[in-house]
């Protein structure tokens, strides 16, 4: 493999490693956005809680939705750039690597988790 197909390698694998974590980091916050928010409601007696899951459920979309598109396009970068045979772009494609998984699956859980909680969730509050 020559050199300039390393150095690119490199650099697909360290964008999908960064837009991961960056995702991951979107999603991590939605959580505590909603354990605030969570917090508020019951200190102030207003529905915080309830417009935390309309966050939750945005991000969560948004999350899958940018994950997936960034990965068909590194993954057409590198079938365009030769770096991947067909057939190995199409293992890729089929079994993504673990930490996207990881995170698409936490995207469609807080996506759904969010709708929850933005449709019940100053029914939540007052059971509790």
Same mark, same amino acid.
């Given at each position: 493999?020559?050199?300039?197909?390393?150095?690119?390698?490199?650099?697909?694998?360290?964008?999908? *490693? %960064?837009?991961?974590?960056?995702? @991951?980091? +979107?999603?991590?916050?939605a959580?505590?956005?909603? #354990?605030?928010?969570? /917090?508020?409601?019951?200190?102030?007696?207003?529905?915080?809680?309830?417009?935390? @899951?309309?966050v939750?459920?945005?991000? &969560?979309?948004?999350?899958?939705?940018?994950?997936?598109?960034? /990965?068909?396009?590194? +993954?057409?970068?590198a079938?365009?750039?030769?770096?991947?045979?067909?057939? %190995?772009?199409?293992?890729? &494609?089929l079994?993504?690597?673990?930490p *996207?998984?990881v995170?698409?699956?936490? &995207? /469609?859980?807080? @996506?759904?988790?969010?709708?929850?909680?933005? @449709? /019940? &969730?100053? #029914?939540?509050?007052? +059971?509790?």
């Amino acid at each position: 493999m020559a050199m300039d197909q390393v150095r690119i390698r490199r650099s697909l694998y360290a964008g999908l *490693h %960064r837009t991961v974590f960056r995702f @991951g980091l +979107l999603i991590a916050v939605a959580w505590l956005f909603a #354990l605030f928010s969570y /917090y508020l409601s019951m200190k102030t007696n207003a529905d915080w809680f309830t417009r935390s @899951g309309a966050v939750m459920g945005l991000s &969560g979309a948004a999350v899958t939705f940018r994950l997936a598109h960034f /990965y068909q396009r590194a +993954l057409a970068t590198a079938l365009k750039e030769g770096l991947v045979s067909v057939q %190995r772009g199409i293992e890729l &494609g089929l079994e993504p690597p673990r930490p *996207h998984v990881v995170l698409s699956y936490l &995207g /469609y859980l807080t @996506g759904i988790v969010g709708t929850g909680i933005w @449709g /019940y &969730g100053d #029914l939540l509050v007052r +059971l509790i």
